[in-house]
């Protein structure tokens, strides 16, 4: 008889002699509705078994019932060398520093190989805290998640509620087996750990064993002499989110301040923002579009990047050169409007590099406008050089789209522009007019915020949506004091 599983979690548990486990387990009375299945597969196979110890058993005992009782201690003899044979088999792996769970030095005897070094490991706290977890993988409810009631309603305080699963959560992987490839990781890395115990590169390569980026978690050395020079920059790797802004997707905002402000007419003098613009390399044919809104005022105003570039190779002959400028781009604004006959002013910079750049736009009445793109020299390191900065103005006095504007937009299309692709961040309304080398301070620290003087920040940053630079993904607004929602 074929028992039939269902493969749905969490399986049912059933009695022994109920017709479910019959049917799985089955009989070798020939007799029984149940015969076959699992024991008498198990039992042909023992039959089949040419190198079964009961085969050394001469006939002549065999064949007296007498020595049944004999023949069962030699079964005995046969499952215990079985299981020595299992971990005799596995004295050769041992040296086999595979970090693979299932490669290598058994992820059984690991624990006690790093031992023998004289090394303490801490054991799993669901081995003794729930079973199901430590060696199954679910929950006691037959969940995948690795902790129990955090899907459905609201946990308890101090666990989140997940409502999405991703792709991930849908495999099942034992509390065990995460903690024993932990230990392998050790285990393979051991010689060089114990070369460099005490330092700080030590304990890096153990926290790397862990799975511990040093985005999420550096270590920092303090005292000794000091560096070769007296003047050095300080690289620390950077770890952070940020909106991704492909297809149609864009961002709105209202741009008419709360009158609390006291800004001039209700609006900001300045807009800083950071974007990523989609890499163009020496083999494409440039960016996805050549023209792309970046921000635009509903009153008129906007802002474009456009690619000018050749983009990559310069010609198909033997000997082609690569356009020195096939990333570079004009940074457009258009003051009043986009249009034949507008004016506007540009920046040419390499803003299809791949780097992050910090584009700042102030406005002052009687004045006119200022444009200003800064990127630094590397992303993911905190370092103190500005490694590209441009800066140009645009006369202009009198009222203008930027006092009447009611509402902000980044990426929406705009003809002749069409979407921007590539990452936005660190969006930030100031009700004053910031300085170059205050803007220079947030290009190098873009998650730090400054004003005009010495804490005049809270009274001036209007608004501002991190996006993601302070690894919190939400569309809220850190300084909620603009009328109107923030909508992603």
């Known amino acids: 008889m074929k028992a039939n599983w269902s493969v749905t979690l969490p399986h049912t548990l059933y009695p022994t002699g109920s017709t479910r486990v019959a049917g799985w387990f089955v009989s070798l009375n020939e007799g029984s509705i149940y015969y076959g299945g699992q024991i008498s597969s198990a039992s042909l196979y023992d039959e089949n078994n040419n190198d079964a110890l009961l085969n050394t058993i001469p006939s002549y005992l065999v064949e007296d019932p ?9 079964e005995m003899i046969g499952q215990h060398f079985d299981n020595v044979w299992t971990y005799t088999k596995d004295v050769t792996n041992r040296f086999d520093a595979d970090n693979r769970l299932d490669y290598g030095i058994s992820k059984d005897l690991v624990a006690d190989a790093i031992r023998e070094f004289g090394i303490k490991l801490y054991s799993n706290n669901y081995d003794q805290d729930d079973l199901y977890q430590a060696f199954l993988g679910i929950t006691s409810e037959g969940s995948t998640f690795p902790v129990a009631n955090i899907t459905g309603s609201s946990p308890a305080e101090g666990i989140d509620l997940v409502t999405n699963a991703i792709s991930a959560s849908n495999d099942i992987i034992a509390q065990n087996d995460v903690l024993k490839r932990v230990y392998k990781r050790i285990y393979h890395n051991i010689p060089y750990l114990l070369k460099t115990k005490g330092t700080k590169a030590g ?3 153990l926290i790397s064993t862990f799975g511990i980026s040093n985005t999420i978690l550096d270590v920092k050395e303090y005292g000794g002499s000091p560096k070769k020079s007296a003047v050095y920059k300080t690289q620390e ?3 952070n989110y940020y909106l991704d802004m492909t297809g149609s997707q864009s961002v709105q905002t209202d741009f008419e301040l709360n009158t609390d402000w006291s800004g001039s007419y209700n609006r900001p003098q300045t807009v800083m923002f950071r974007m990523k613009p989609e890499t163009v390399h020496t083999s494409s044919f440039g960016p996805t579009n050549n023209i792309q809104k970046v921000l635009s005022l509903n009153s008129g105003l906007a802002l474009t990047l456009e690619y000018t570039g050749s983009s990559g190779i310069v010609g198909s002959y033997s000997g ?20 034949s006959g507008k004016p506007s002013i540009a920046l040419y910079l390499p803003f299809f590099n791949g780097n992050w750049w910090s584009v700042m736009v102030n406005f002052v009445y009687g004045t006119g406008y200022t444009l200003t793109a800064k990127s630094k020299n590397s992303d993911y390191v905190a370092s103190s050089a500005i490694q590209y900065s441009d800066t140009t103005t645009f006369p202009l006095s009198g009222l203008n789209p930027w006092v009447t504007a009611t509402a902000t937009d980044f990426g929406t299309a705009v003809a002749p522009a069409s979407h921007f692709s590539g990452g936005l961040q660190e969006v930030r309304y100031y009700t004053s007019k910031i300085l170059d080398d205050t803007f220079s301070y947030y290009t190098l620290n873009p998650q730090s915020y400054v004003g005009t003087g010495i804490n005049t920040a809270p009274e001036e940053l209007a608004f501002r949506a991190a996006l993601g630079s302070e690894l919190y993904t939400s569309s809220i607004s850190i300084h909620p004091k603009i009328s109107g929602s923030w909508q992603v």
């Open 203 to 205: 304990l890096r390569a």
């Open 66 to 74: 007498a020595n049944e009782q004999y023949q069962l201690f030699i």
């Open 320 to 339: 082609a050169v690569v356009d020195p400028e096939y990333q570079f781009a004009n940074l457009k604004l258009f003051p009043l409007g986009q249009g």
């Open 237 to 239: 790797n950077i770890y």
